[in-house]
C-alpha cells in the first residue's frame, strides 16, 4: 500500500510569493493533519482535515490556509512568503481521529525563502 | 497549561547498552501518549501509543515505553541499543480541551558503535 506523498519535496521562493504544497493520503484515510517543523519550535500542528472539512487548526496566521477534496487529497497554501515561514512542512493521514490512532507521515515538503 | 517536555536535546549511548529517551507531560484528564522516531530528510514514524491499560507499552523495532501517571512521565527505552537507532525522536501528547496532538521539541539520540 502507498504512502503519504507530498510534493513538491523542495522549494526555493522569494519573500512576498505565495506556496501550495500537496499531500496524498494513504488510501482509506480521511484525515489529514499539516504540521511545521522547524530547528527551534520543534513540529507545530498548523491544521487537520477530516472529510472535505477543517476539523482543528493550530495558531498560525491567516496566510496559512489549507483545504481537502473528496478524494482525501489536502493542499496547504502560504501566501505572502516570509524569511521565518522556511521549515520542513509535514502532512499526515489516518483512518479517522488523529489523536487516539497512529498518524502517517509523508517525507515533508522543504520549503527555504530568500 | 497543556504541554509535554522533552527535557534532553541529546542522548548519546553506546552501542548494545540499554537507552532511555525521558518525557514528561501536564495535560488535564486522561493523557493519550505517543512515540514518534524520524530519520534524517524523512518524515516520522509511530513508534508506540499509550491510551490505557498496561502502563508498559511494546512498540516497533524493540522500544517500549512506560506510562507513570505519579511522575506525569512516559519515558522510551530500550534494552540494547543499536547504531540504526540513531534518529530524532519524538514524543506527543493529546490535548482533552483542543483535541489536538502536542508534540515535544524532540531528542536527537546518538549511538555509537
Known amino acids: 500500500k502507498a504512502g503519504v506523498t507530498q510534493t513538491p519535496r523542495y522549494l526555493i521562493k522569494t519573500r512576498g510569493q505565495q506556496v501550495t504544497l500537496s499531500c496524498s493520503p494513504i488510501?482509506?484515510?480521511?484525515?489529514v493533519s499539516w504540521y511545521q517543523q522547524t530547528p527551534g519550535q520543534g513540529l507545530q500542528f498548523l491544521f487537520e482535515?477530516?472529510?472535505?472539512?477543517?476539523?482543528n487548526k493550530g495558531n498560525f496566521p491567516g496566510r496559512f490556509s489549507g483545504r481537502q477534496f473528496s478524494n482525501s487529497r489536502s493542499e496547504m497554501n502560504v501566501s505572502t512568503l516570509e524569511l521565518g515561514d522556511s521549515a520542513l512542512y509535514l502532512c499526515a493521514s489516518s483512518r479517522d481521529n488523529i489523536n487516539t490512532g497512529e498518524l502517517f507521515f509523508g517525507e515533508g515538503s522543504r520549503l527555504t525563502v530568500l | 497549561a497543556q504541554s509535554v517536555a522533552q527535557p534532553e536535546d541529546q542522548v548519546n549511548v553506546a552501542e548494545g547498552n540499554p537507552l532511555t529517551v525521558k518525557c514528561t507531560y501536564s495535560?488535564?484528564?486522561?493523557?493519550?501518549l505517543f512515540w514518534y522516531v524520524q530519520y534524517p530528510n524523512r518524515g516520522l514514524q509511530f513508534l508506540l501509543k499509550y491510551i490505557t491499560g498496561d502502563n508498559l507499552v511494546k512498540g516497533s523495532y524493540g522500544f517500549e515505553a512506560e506510562f507513570n501517571k505519579s511522575q506525569t512521565s512516559f519515558h522510551l527505552k530500550k534494552p540494547s541499543a543499536l547504531v540504526s537507532d540513531s534518529a530524532l525522536y519524538f514524543c506527543a501528547v493529546r490535548v482533552l480541551s483542543t483535541d489536538k496532538l502536542i508534540f515535544g521539541t524532540g531528542t536527537r539520540l546518538q549511538v555509537f558503535p
Open positions: 488510501s482509506g484515510h480521511r484525515s
Open positions: 482535515y477530516f472529510s472535505e472539512t477543517q476539523r
Open positions: 495535560v488535564s484528564g486522561n493523557p493519550y
